[in-house]
């Protein structure tokens, strides 16, 4: 029996910053009101022209965790790649890394599970690895929100929240299974997959159908969020998971050291952090300055924790994530 743990982190960000003031430009909106209801101030954007995409991004933060493993890309067996936000309709962005990294062909999959991606991703890749078929597997979260937005005063309920950014981590074979990934805790519910979606273009309306069957004004092809049935929804879901876990485990929540709740809303993260009466230092955020990024929000929040210093070896670290589909998720890993 092996164990996987996580031996490198990387993130990247584009480095184009969108303030709140810089959105009230383009729409009806402020900065009061975007950082009292999601804590946000600030987040980045890809700039047309800097060499950026979801996969780009990938890559650069791959290469980061991977030297930060004291590994080569030639010693990954294995890519799994999250995101809602994939440069091509098909084929997946896993593909694109493993070619931009000059990869052996290794295996490359796609993880389609939005703001729980990364966690499905880390669960999967865990799997692999427990069940000794392979050694190192790289694991990425990366999404090019900005490209897709309705940056007009309709679509500012959504457009304000969400950013651009790339996180990865590799996971390699641990033979002490008391440490590493010890458990994930993965779930769905398609009964809700509409509230939070996009609807088109999809097989169900191409885009001459889209074009045709919809007014002008409002063509599906922006995302759509019913925020406040997602929020009740959310804040239910990540205690349940983080609940879970720690029972799976013979923990309680006093024995968290490190809480990395994907970065959804900071009022979300807030909730949670109050309800199982954690500290500051326990919970970990940084949706100031990066907004939403779906499937990097928990890599990139997870690198910059550990490059503050605030995970230490030996912690219990707990990842949490609630988003689309519905779908929710949750790991604990004592590093
Ligand atoms: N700027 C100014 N006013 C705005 C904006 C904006 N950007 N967006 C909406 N408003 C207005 C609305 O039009 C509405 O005006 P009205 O009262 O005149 O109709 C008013 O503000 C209140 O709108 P609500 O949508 O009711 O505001 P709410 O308090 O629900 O906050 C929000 C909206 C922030 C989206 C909230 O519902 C939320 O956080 N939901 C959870 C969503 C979330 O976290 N999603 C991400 C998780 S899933 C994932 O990561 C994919």
């Known amino acids: 029996m092996y164990n996987s743990k996580i031996t490198g982190l990387g993130k990247y ?57 004291g590994l080569t890309n030639n010693d990954i067996d294995m890519i799994v790649f999250a995101t ?44 692999f690895i427990k069940s000794g078929m392979y050694k190192n597997v790289l694991i990425i979260g990366s999404e090019n ?22 996180g990865a981590a590799v996971l390699s074979r641990e033979e002490d299974t008391s440490k590493g990934v010890l458990s994930s805790h993965l779930h769905s519910q ?45 804040v239910v879901r990540f205690s349940e998971v ?22 959804a809303n900071l009022r979300i993260s807030q909730f949670v952090q109050k309800k199982f009466k954690l500290t500051e230092d326990q919970v970990f955020n940084n949706i100031q300055k990066y907004g939403n990024t779906t499937a990097a929000s ?6 910059e924790a550990w490059e503050n210093g605030k995970i230490k070896e030996g912690d219990t670290v707990v990842l949490a994530a609630f988003g689309s589909g519905f779908t929710w998720a949750s790991s604990i890993i004592k590093w």
């Open 13 to 69: 960000v584009p480095e184009n910053v969108v303030t709140n003031d810089d959105l009230s430009q383009l729409m009806d909106t402020n900065d009061e009101w975007i950082q009292e209801r999601t804590g946000i101030k600030e987040r980045r954007h890809i700039k047309k022209g800097d060499g950026n995409s979801t996969a780009k991004m990938g890559a650069k933060a791959a290469e980061i965790a991977i030297k930060r493993a």
């Open 242 to 263: 983080i609940m879970e876990g720690l029972e799976k485990n013979n923990l309680n929540v006093t024995d968290i050291d490190m809480l990395i709740p994907h970065q």
């Open 298 to 303: 928990i890599p990139i929040a997870l690198t």
């Open 84 to 127: 809602l936000s994939p440069d091509y309709y098909f084929p997946g962005c896993g593909v694109q890394v493993q070619h931009l990294m000059g990869m052996d062909t290794i295996p490359a999959l796609d993880v389609r599970n939005q703001c729980s991606g990364f966690i499905y991703a880390l669960a999967t890749a865990d799997q």
């Open 145 to 166: 929100h900005s490209g897709g937005l309705d940056f007009t005063t309709r679509g500012r309920s959504v457009s304000v929240i969400f950013g651009d950014g790339a």
């Open 190 to 234: 398609g009964e809700h997959a509409l509230e939070l979606s996009l609807k088109g273009p999809s097989t169900e309306q191409w885009v001459p159908e889209l074009i045709e069957n919809n007014p002008q004004e409002n063509i599906p092809y922006y995302p759509y969020m019913n925020g406040q049935f997602v929020f009740k929804n959310a």
